[in-house]
């Protein structure tokens, strides 16, 4: 199996890579990995990706990073295996609220890679064998700080957990047909600022370690 490690920043695997390095379990199956670095937000995660697949096709890629939660009840550390995303913040204010690209009847909500406006993973027997809990998710370009937005994309996409990449995974595996998960480990809870509040070493910590026994167990 020839597996894509895709995360936006580097400090956010370093753990696994540090191990990679110096295991041999990965040795002994017919397994190899690449790491791609991808930079922050959605518009360098898709390029990035993309220009990627048009040199190596993976039989599976794996995105890993830390988000925020939408739920106080979350334990920051917590890991989950996003099932759906969307670009939440494609649309337009209004008076009225906030109406995305479909609202806008710019795009249909069940044009490929769209299903009912949410980019949806189909490989759920890969999503099962992370034995991870499940949560859907919104990407973002802009970090929600207001408590109406973050309302909003309860309420529109039952939202549990944002990012700035996934829906760019999503979007882009989808369109080739290539099997991925997306794996989250929340740091934060969204629209708190104070970054005392905020837990990345643990994060990174909990990430790491479940993206070590997945990968290891492939």
């Known amino acids: 199996m020839h597996c894509l490690l895709v995360a936006s920043t580097a400090a956010e695997i370093t753990p696994f890579t540090e191990h990679l390095a110096g295991t041999e379990k990965l040795d002994h199956i017919d397994f190899d990995i690449d790491i791609l670095i991808t930079g922050v937000g959605s518009n360098a995660a898709t390029y990035n990706l993309t220009r990627y697949l048009q040199v190596k096709r993976p039989d599976l890629v ?42 806008l009847k710019l795009a249909s909500p069940n044009e490929l890679p769209y299903k009912k406006g949410v ?42 957990v944002e990012s700035m990449e996934g829906a760019s995974l999503h ?19 969204v629209g708190e600022r104070n970054k005392k509040k905020w837990n990345l070493p643990l994060a990174i910590e909990n990430l790491n370690k479940e993206l070590i026994r997945l990968l290891e167990s492939l």
Do not use: W
């Open 171 to 189: 979007f882009v595996c989808l369109q080739e047909e290539i099997t991925f998960l997306q794996i989250r480990c929340i740091s934060n809870l």
């Open 62 to 103: 794996i995105q890993a990073g830390v988000a925020g939660c939408f739920s106080a009840k979350t334990n920051l550390g917590t890991v989950f295996a996003v099932t759906h995303d969307v670009f939440a913040d494609q649309g337009v204010q209004e008076k009225s609220g906030f109406r995305d690209i479909f609202d």
């Open 119 to 160: 980019l949806a993973n189909p490989y759920g027997s890969m999503v099962k064998r992370t034995r991870l809990k499940k949560a859907r998710a919104v990407t973002v370009n802009e970090i929600t700080t207001q408590k109406k937005k973050s309302a909003y994309y309860i309420e529109k996409y039952r939202a549990e």
